[in-house]
């Protein structure tokens, strides 16, 4: 995705850009309900000389030595889960709408899914080729 954009989408979200080079630094504060107590998450972003802006989510994290709840960190996953898809050109769904306990979220994805499935080996198939197939559910 373009910077401008990336930016424009990562504004929407409510992510404040807090540094600025070619490496930025977006922030949100994430707040605990319970206590009233915000925590900054941080995320960076990597734009390229060829103008594409990368997303290090792996990075993304609230100050070091800093105590979070975990209702915060979830809250914070669900907010990068969402930015990612939408980073990734995924269905402008928000995260409540999209999270329906299915493997698939519309007809294009059931589409891939089986598309995937049909490559898949056979449990008989696995041990054939001496490997051990997925213990049942």
Request: hydrophobic residues 30%; proline residues 4%; glycine residues 2%.
């Amino acid at each position: 995705m373009d910077k401008n954009n990336m930016h424009q989408q990562l504004t929407n979200m409510g992510l404040e850009r807090v540094a600025y080079t070619e490496k930025s630094v977006y922030q949100i504060n994430i707040k605990h309900e319970p206590t009233s107590v915000s925590y900054p998450l941080t995320l960076t972003t990597l734009t390229t000389e060829h103008g594409n802006t990368t997303v290090h989510f792996h990075e993304a994290d609230f100050q070091e030595n800093e105590f979070v709840p975990l209702e915060v960190r979830r809250t914070a996953l669900d907010k990068l889960i969402e930015l990612e898809r939408l980073c990734n050109g995924s269905s402008s769904k928000s995260l409540e709408e999209a999270n329906n306990s299915s493997m698939a979220q519309d007809m294009a994805e059931i589409k891939k899914l089986g598309n995937e499935m049909k490559h898949m080996k056979t449990n008989s198939e696995l041990l054939e080729q001496n490997m051990i197939p997925d213990p049942i559910q």
